[in-house]
């Protein structure tokens, strides 16, 4: 499309989007340098609410404003339910939280409903986050003069499959043609490294730290010669500024209850009217030591009153402040760098303001280390904004220099004999990616081959997370061994994975494409898996011992039953008799493996050292 006023015969420019739980951003690549573009009201961000009235739909700031009148009918913290189901454990959690109502819709899909118009009307995660991507829309076509369709949309870096998915169905309704789905943390580090890196000569670690209303992002970037390379990352979907306020709120529910007799839980109206009011305590605790609340009216004609330290308010969200360091810890860890070796620490996200997680993160870092410069709520659409102009192909030669890569959250592979998980991609891998794994057959003559394609970092597969199997057939029969398979997984720049198998020589090709968006995991199930896998260490080890020692006898026995069906060799050397008995005992040892998939290890060595005890003079006398 062509912009007619401000650009004239240029291109419209792509914007790019933060669409943040509790407040959104747009950017735009204009004139060489990025512009963060102000709202109706001269703000740069804008809240992602939408209220729903008797006279027509309110977004963003007005929508905010009318929170405090009519609970029931504002819409916040969608974020959270995009790309969920109902069942979902933190969607009950949040629910309870929320002044509105949330229901279970068709295919087990939460619905939000509301009084549209004196109608009840129901509206999807992706409906209300259209409706805010539209708003970030006609902010950036007042602001530039011009129909804006392409974009590039950030989301949390553990955002699975199906959420990333949700965010691009809800920019495709909101009229947005979304050219890539960018994890925010990479967007921070870009924004970072483009206003500070002069000399891309020298290697660089950034750790992005971005603590927002409702999630929470660590990522370890990488910066060398132009590229960005997320090296690895962690963080919790759930754990941020709406969690900070929620133990004040509770703190102050609790305190009017002592002092009143009285519970504001049932009222909606009460309860909306507090937390915005506990949201302004925790602001000002930023830079005061000690704040005042009061809210008129708060509950039956009571003028609520209180105070609250930044001592209480540390006090309250202890526990919080240090899950933000220990994910940190994790991501260190993961990407095997030194606290030491990290350059700059970057803050992001609102919540980063507050003093006490600064703290904390200089005592881990070192004072030096932390980057305050960046505006904490700006930095994610501005490295969108960037990643959108190198699209659309609009940036300069500085932009076009960058080349941004994300990172897998879960080794992927395929399940071999024993239950084993072979590894094709490993966690931590750069995307896009893709790699390739030769395998072969078990047995002899074998025509096809199943793969169970697993995600997770377990060494028995089936310990995993299963995303969906797939078959090659057409293989020539051939003795075990000698048939060979490339396994290709290949995942996309949105992090889509395609897995095939093609038979080398024939070129025979199976293919998977993983799309299901059940078949994808929650951040909190990969938290799970990673811890899972680290205590099941021990239990692994122990599967391992007994897969090889299986494997060990395996193999033996299929080599000597080789050995004893070339009548040549053999009958020289043994008596039809003996050449019988041997047989049966190689038999019998493969029945026993036939039906033993994973034996202690003792059964296998004493299988073994029988078999060899009757084999090893026959090996012996073919040495001769
Ligand atoms: P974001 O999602 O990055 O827009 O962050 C919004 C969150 O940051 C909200 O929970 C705000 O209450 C919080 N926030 C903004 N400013 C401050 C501040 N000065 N101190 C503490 N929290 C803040």
Redesign the pocket.
């Given at each position: 499309m062509t912009c007619q006023s401000k650009m004239s015969d240029k291109l419209a420019p792509a914007i790019g989007i933060?669409l943040?739980?509790?407040?959104?951003?747009v950017a735009v690549w204009e004139d060489d340098h990025v512009e963060i573009i102000t709202n109706d009201q001269g703000n740069l961000?804008t809240p992602s609410y939408v209220s729903f009235t008797e006279k027509g739909r309110l977004v963003g700031e007005s929508a905010f404003n009318n929170a405090a009148m009519d609970p029931i009918n504002t819409i916040y913290g969608v974020k959270r339910l995009i790309g969920r189901r109902f069942s979902d454990p933190n969607v009950k959690e949040d629910i309870k939280l929320w002044p509105f109502i949330v229901v279970a819709g068709a295919k087990n899909r939460p619905k939000i409903v509301v009084n549209y118009k004196g109608e009840k009307k129901n509206f999807l995660a992706e409906e209300i986050s259209s409706m805010v991507l539209m708003k970030m829309k006609q902010i950036a076509e007042t602001y530039l003069g011009c129909a804006v369709e392409d974009a590039v949309v950030t989301v949390p870096a553990y955002f699975n499959d199906s959420q990333r998915r949700a965010t691009k169905d809800a920019g495709v309704i909101a009229g947005l043609n979304v050219k890539r789905i960018m994890d925010e943390p990479t967007a921070a580090a870009l924004a970072y490294g483009f206003h500070k890196i002069k000399d891309y000569s020298k290697p660089q670690n950034v750790f992005v730290f971005?603590?927002?209303?409702?999630?929470f992002d660590v990522s370890l970037v990488n910066i060398y010669g132009g590229y960005f390379e997320v090296k690895a990352t962690a963080g919790d979907t759930h754990l941020?500024?709406?969690d900070?306020?929620n133990r004040i709120f509770n703190y102050f529910v609790d305190e009017f209850k002592r002092k009143y007799k009285k519970d504001i839980r049932g009222n909606s109206r009460a309860l909306r009217r507090l937390r915005s009011a506990c949201?302004r305590a925790?602001?000002?605790?930023?830079?005061t030591s000690m704040t005042t609340i009061h809210v008129d009216c708060l509950y039956e004609g009571i003028d609520f009153s209180s105070t609250l330290s930044r001592t209480r308010f540390d006090e309250l969200n202890k526990d919080l402040f240090a899950k933000c360091i220990e994910f940190t810890d994790q991501c260190l860890k993961d990407a095997k760098v030194n606290k030491n070796d990290i350059d700059i620490v970057v803050l992001?996200?609102?919540?980063?303001?507050?003093p006490k997680v600064q703290q904390l993160l200089e005592e881990y870092f070192g004072d030096e280390k932390l980057h305050r410069n960046i505006n904490?709520?700006e930095a994610?659409a501005y490295g969108a904004a960037i990643l959108a102009a190198q699209l659309s192909g609009q940036a300069n030669d500085m932009v076009n220099k960058v080349v941004l890569t994300d990172v897998t959250p879960l080794s992927l592979g395929v399940d071999i004999t024993g239950d084993v998980m072979s590894i094709v991609v490993a966690r931590n891998t750069s995307v896009p990616t893709k790699k390739v794994k030769n395998f072969t057959t078990i047995k002899d003559d074998q025509t096809s081959v199943t793969f169970n394609v697993y995600e997770g970092e377990r060494f028995q597969a089936s310990k995993n997370h299963f995303l969906g199997m797939f078959n090659v057939s057409g293989l020539s029969p051939a003795p075990r061994g000698v048939p060979s398979i490339d396994v290709c997984f290949e995942i996309d720049a949105d992090g889509i994975l395609n897995v095939s198998g093609t038979v080398r020589g024939s070129g025979q090709t199976s293919k998977l494409t993983i799309t299901n968006e059940e078949s994808w995991l929650r951040k909190e199930e990969i938290d799970k898996m990673i811890e899972e896998a680290e205590k099941y260490k021990a239990e692994d080890e122990k599967h391992k011992r007994k897969v090889d020692a299986r494997r060990e006898l395996d193999d033996y026995a299929y080599e000597m039953s080789k050995i004893m069906r070339n009548q040549e060799l053999i009958l020289p050397l043994i008596p039809e008799g003996e050449k019988q008995r041997i047989e049966d005992e190689i038999c019998e040892v493969m029945n026993w493996l036939d039906l033993n998939k994973v034996p202690p290890v003792e059964a296998s060595n004493s299988k073994l050292l029988g078999l060899k005890e009757i084999c090893e003079p026959i090996v012996a006398k073919m040495k001769n």
């Open positions: 933060d943040g739980t509790t407040y959104s951003c961000t971005d603590l927002g209303g409702g999630t941020g500024g709406e900070f306020d949201e925790k602001r000002s605790l930023s830079t992001v996200g609102g919540s980063s303001r507050i904490q709520d994610v």
